[in-house]
């Protein structure tokens, strides 16, 4: 498992910014962030709300990364409206290319409403064909009912993964 | 929206406004593209719907990765709100 400092290095990089940038957004040094990186010390923890923000990702997924959270339902009074919910895909080719998709709920309901086939995956394999099967209407249900977490996980013959979660 | 391309040899960051990046007018050009290539699949009814959907996710979600791929020979595209 990737540790925090390795995760905010990836979230800043994917921002595209500079250490200074992020140490001036937070008000810290640009030392403090460089150690935070290399995991020689840790964000302090009133930083990670603030850090969470920044990066416009969960404090779970900052804190135990994107592949860590199980399927849970939650109950009413504490469930998420359908518009802050995002559906995480995480896509591992077996020739080492990643993909990752961050789709607002409400994206995904417009998509199928306009009725925009959402997964193509490329090839006439097996986990396209997975893919394929899999009903994104069922799932935005779902989310309306409070289900998060990781939805599910694909692993294809030829070493392909895919990963889907409800955040 | 900021599309961010970096490969070995070059390095491209470009920020739009998602307002002038995805109205009508793009859509009508983006449909007749995709139409050109692939009848019937989007319309531009369906794409305005859709550029409309993710502007107003451009405001919840503002920073938001939206695609990020990074190649097996380390090119990145990086799609964010």
Redesign the interface.
């Known amino acids: 498992m990737a540790s925090l400092g390795t995760r905010i290095n990836e979230y800043r990089r ?3 910014i500079t250490q200074e940038q992020l140490a001036e957004a937070m008000g810290v040094s640009s030392q403090a962030v460089s150690k935070w990186e290399n995991d020689i010390s840790c964000p302090d923890i009133s930083l990670l709300p603030p850090l969470s923000d ?4 969960s404090l779970d997924v900052l804190l135990r990364g994107e592949g860590n959270k199980p399927i849970q339902i939650l109950a009413e009074n504490q469930r998420k409206d359908l ?2 919910l ?1 559906l995480r895909m995480i896509i591992n ?1 077996s ?10 709920m ?2 995904v ?3 199928l ?5 959402l997964v193509q995956m490329g090839d006439n394999n097996s986990l396209g064909d997975a893919m394929r099967q899999i009903d994104f209407s069922a799932i935005i249900q779902w989310a309306e009912n409070g289900v998060i977490g990781r939805l599910l996980e694909i692993k294809s013959a030829s070493g392909d993964i895919v990963e889907m979660f409800i955040e | 929206m ?1 599309i ?1 391309i970096a490969s070995d040899e070059h390095r491209f ?1 470009i920020t739009l406004p998602n307002g002038l990046l995805l109205n009508s007018v793009t859509a009508g050009m983006a449909a007749a593209a995709v139409n050109k290539y692939a009848k019937g ?3 531009y ?3 305005r ?2 550029f ?3 502007r ?2 451009g405001h ?13 020979d380390g090119d990145e595209v ?1 799609i ?2």
């Open positions: 994917r921002r595209n920044y990066f416009g990702v518009n802050q995002v080719s020739e080492g290319d990643l993909v990752k998709l961050n789709l607002p409400p994206l309901k417009a998509g409403q306009t009725g925009l086939p | 900021k961010r960051n699949i989007l319309s009814e369906a794409l719907a859709l409309l959907e993710v107003k996710s919840h979600f503002k920073g938001m990765p939206l695609v990020y791929v990074h190649s097996h990086e964010v709100l």
